[in-house]
Nanobody
Framework: QVQLVESGGGSVQAGGSLRLSCVGSGYTYTYSSSCMAWFRQAPGKEREGVAAIYIGGGTTYYGDSVKGRFTISQENAEKTLYLQMNNLQPEDTAMYYC??????????????????????WGQGTQVTVSS
């Protein structure tokens, strides 16, 4: 059973930066075939796929609203996923969730959160950006 634990959320002013972390455990042989992603959900809005990465090859995906500002990365040895968020804006305020699909690469969707189902989720970490 894969477990994901996020950290790093907080409150910042517009233009500031935060780095979210997500530590994974419970993987077996499937880690290298995994897709991992960051989603966010603001009150009253639908959940949005922010960024995703193929663990075995590094292919990345970014949502249009964060391209050029957010960077997803991962550290294999520690099974840790990161989201570096720069130039944060009030519209980035949301609960951010880490998610994984341990066999996601085989689905042929390039880990795209809009096309691939993610079946393991963390508890979320809140990001609040004030103007």
């Amino acid at each position: 059973q894969v477990q994901l634990v996020e950290s790093g959320g907080g409150s910042v002013q517009a233009g500031g930066s935060l780095r979210l972390s997500c530590v994974g455990s419970g993987y077996t042989y499937t880690y290298s075939s995994s897709c991992m992603a960051w989603f966010r959900q603001a009150p009253g809005k639908e959940r949005e796929g922010v960024a995703a990465i193929y663990i075995g090859g590094g292919t990345t995906y970014y949502g249009d609203s964060v391209k050029g500002r957010f960077t997803i990365s991962q550290e294999n040895a520690e099974k840790t996923l990161y989201l570096q968020m720069n130039n944060l804006q009030p519209e980035d305020t949301a609960m951010y969730y880490c998610a994984a699909n341990p066999r996601g690469w085989f689905a042929g969707a390039n880990c795209d959160p809009g096309r691939l189902a993610y079946n393991y989720w963390g508890q979320g970490t809140q990001v609040t950006v004030s103007s």
